[in-house]
């Protein structure tokens, strides 16, 4: 799998890229109209410019919004802002700069060894109500697409694969990705795109909707890691996918974790259940999920889930310290909740303007910043190569080790009592585990105690790895009873007991676990662009003199 191993390290920073950041300085403006899903302004250039702001929560990689031109037409359903109605493979979206501001992008990205993942849409072009096959560049032929006719049972899986999304006001036509023209000039496309940009992973969109055998090529072609997007929670049909395309947004751990943080009526059997060996044997490699708690296509977690503070570090700790790849989804940190006169099930209410944020350093900014602090330092100790293991669950606490970490995490909010939890931490009796987030260390014994306060999650590194993190550290208490006090002696609290690695759990999958390409595009054509267009500042052809 291309870049597996260095993406598995990384966490990713998600930007909308019309709404995260303007280029120049912030100036007072009207209140934008978003009932009418308008451009707002956001650029490459814009993102640039932000960069020590995403850097400076930790983040090492920003996936931005699909790069090409879209349909300029303003729609029933607003304008194409977000980057999935595409007209023109072969151009890049004006709206958000040319060519060479792309460029300038990763550039800028890279020069913080920080990288680049760019949407792609390969299923489908875009149109207004009447559809002209002409307008679309470079499949500018009906025989290059699927007939019309839209998805009405997405139960049955040749519909949802040969049928259109979209409507009668917005229909987006299907590409025929079994005609081996429209295949191979869709591999060497993401082949030159990947090369004049020098992008290092791709995020795609509505892989289910593409027959599976079309995938491991269009990797292989990209050469660089991908990750696919199936709006889809059942773990068997996500799983299945994962040979095809390596790396899945991890849907299947989406809605257990809601479910999980639920402000009444959470248990957190929902999110440890996912640990276990038979879960487990969904996927090839868990490490190669994209972990998240909010996204473009949901509304925000405080507006569906909890907006206590509490519940939403427990359920990020949760993102960032299991197995899967961190991503958070731009103005998380601001506690973006989304429009009130806007429904829990519109999209919408998660594409705020960031700037009206001032890209203020929150507390969760903040948080951010040591979770990804904290993931880091574990990996090379033991984190990047054991699988998590659930130490204890009941229905409000979950205890979870993984290598050198070992976390408590609590889905009763800020209002909820101190809660005494015992739990055996599989750390040798007398290590010392140190509390990140407030410098509390404690001695492991064979039965451990912690105590959690006002619903907090509590982070415990070894004193070792903790001391680069925490600036001031408490000492565990000392012995209180007889019996105490005689283990004290038998097990002391080791401080510095020399281990840098701790192995506990499921060794994690190291192998390439994508298949080889399925289908033979030789016998189609590459449909080339024109020769006037590569000289456009617009055309991802261009090259800087």
Known sequence: MPGAAEWKKRSIYQVLTDRFAKSGPIVPETKIDMSSRPYCGGTWRGIIEKLDYIQGMGFDAVWISPVTKNIEEETFWGTAYHGCWQEDMYSVNPHFGTAEDLRALSDALHARDMYLMVDVVVNHMASTSNVDYSRYIPFNDSSYYHPKKFITDYNDQKLVEEGWIGDGKVPLPDLDTENPTVAHTLYAWVDALV??????????????????????????????????????????????YQPYVGGLLDYATYYPLQRA???????????????????????????????????????????????????VENALAWTFLTDGIPLIYYGCEQYFIGPPDMTENDDQSARQVMWDSGYKLTLLY???????????????????????????????????????LLMCLSNEGSKSPSRKVFLHTTFPNGTVLV?????????????????????????????????????????????????????HRLFPANPHSGVTSWSNGTPVNTQDILKPSLIDVSSGTILQPSPDSLSSPYSIFHKTA
């Open 366 to 404: 903040h948080y951010l910043a040591l979770l990804n602090q904290v993931r880091k330092l574990s990996w090379n100790a033991g984190f990047g190569t054991n699988l998590a293991t659930a130490v204890h669950t009941d229905t409000n606490i979950a205890a979870i080790r993984k290598g050198p």
């Open 435 to 487: 509390d990140v987030l407030t410098g509390q260390s404690i001695a492991v014994k064979h039965w451990t105690t912690i105590i959690l306060i006002a619903g907090e999650p509590q982070i415990y590194l070894p004193h070792s790895l903790a001391t680069q993190v925490c600036s001031e550290i408490i000492p565990p208490p000392p012995p209180t009873n007889v019996v105490a006090k005689m283990f």
């Open 261 to 311: 943080f639920k402000s009444r009526g959470g248990s957190m059997y929902e999110i440890t259940n996912l640990l276990r060996p038979h879960y487990r044997e969904k996927f090839k490699d868990t490490q190669q999920l994209a972990t998240f708690i909010e996204s473009h296509d949901m509304p925000r977690f405080p507006k569906i889930v909890s907006s206590d503070v509490a519940v």
């Open 195 to 240: 090369k004049s940009f020098n992008i290092d992973g791709l995020r795609i969109d509505t892989v289910k909707h593409v027959p599976k055998e079309f995938w491991p090529g269009f990797v292989r072609a990209a050469g660089v890691w991908c990750v696919g997007e199936m709006l889809h929670g059942d773990p068997n049909f996500l799983g299945s």
